[in-house]
T-cell receptor, first 112, second 114 residues
Framework: QQQVKQSPQSLIVQKGGISIINCAYE??????FPWYQQFPGKGPALLIA?????SEKKEGRFTISFNKSAKQFSLHIMDSQPGDSATYFC???????????FGTGTRLTVIP | EAQVTQNPRYLITVTGKKLTVTCSQN?????MSWYRQDPGLGLRQIYY???????DKGDVPEGYKVSRKEKRNFPLILESPSPNQTSLYFC?????????????FGPGTRLTVL
């Protein structure tokens, strides 16, 4: 069964808008929550990650919000740009272990 | 340049014809993993390896084999491919045991089994 559930499957946003992708997990032992970005024809690459001891992490236009009690985390892309058009994967894992459990992915399209 | 390489990038084959997809990394990473990516299913782990001669099953290992004879290489073997193994395959590597491990992915291998 899917350890991490991700929604929506696809998302279309106007340039300058906010893109929001949501993920939920069940295993409360997870303590590492990365987001990966994948451009067409490329492998996924780490975008941003968060630990559960903080509720928010921001890097430029990208922000992870984390709600430990609800077992949910989300990626917010502010001022979305056409260059952000990609597939985004959330994941969950353990800090000192290597295996990650990925969500099903969200294909983001930012319209100029 | 630090990277994960995969070969071939594209492969069309027929049912039952054994094939190997190679994966190599030049970052001296202990951990290596194979994933398959399918629409609506995301990235699913096939096999992983924590170090040389140490491999273990992921979520979808049926129909696949791996070996880890050298630290840098982690080939994926399909001994008798079937059409349901048509997919996009990714190899990844990372340091073992470090905090907040970043996985580095290869460029992918698109496999079609007819």
């Amino acid at each position: 069964q899917q350890q991490v559930k991700q929604s929506p499957q696809s998302l279309i946003v106007q340039k300058g808008g906010i893109s929001i992708i949501n993920c939920a997990y069940e295993n409360t032992a997870f303590d590492y929550f990365p987001w990966y970005q994948q451009f067409p024809g490329k492998g996924p690459a780490l975008l941003i990650a968060i630990r559960p001891d903080v509720s928010e992490k921001k890097e430029g236009r990208f922000t992870i919000s984390f709600n430990k009690s609800a077992k949910q985390f989300s990626l917010h892309i502010m001022d979305s740009q056409p260059g952000d058009s990609a597939t985004y994967f959330c994941a969950a894992g353990y800090q000192r272990a290597n295996n990650l459990f990925f969500g099903t992915g969200t294909r983001l399209t930012v319209i100029p | 340049e630090a990277q994960v390489t995969q070969n071939p990038r594209y492969l069309i084959t027929v049912t039952g014809k054994k094939l190997t997809v190679t994966c190599s990394q030049n970052m001296n990473h202990e951990y290596m993993s194979w994933y398959r990516q399918d629409p609506g299913l995301g990235l699913r782990q096939i096999y992983y390896s924590m170090n040389v001669e140490v491999t273990d099953k992921g979520d979808v290992p049926e129909g696949y084999k791996v070996s880890r004879k050298e630290k840098r290489n982690f080939p994926l073997i399909l001994e008798s491919p079937s059409p349901n193994q048509t997919s996009l395959y990714f190899c990844a590597s990372s340091l073992a045991g470090a905090a907040y491990n970043e996985q580095f992915f290869g460029p992918g291998t698109r496999l079609t089994v007819l």
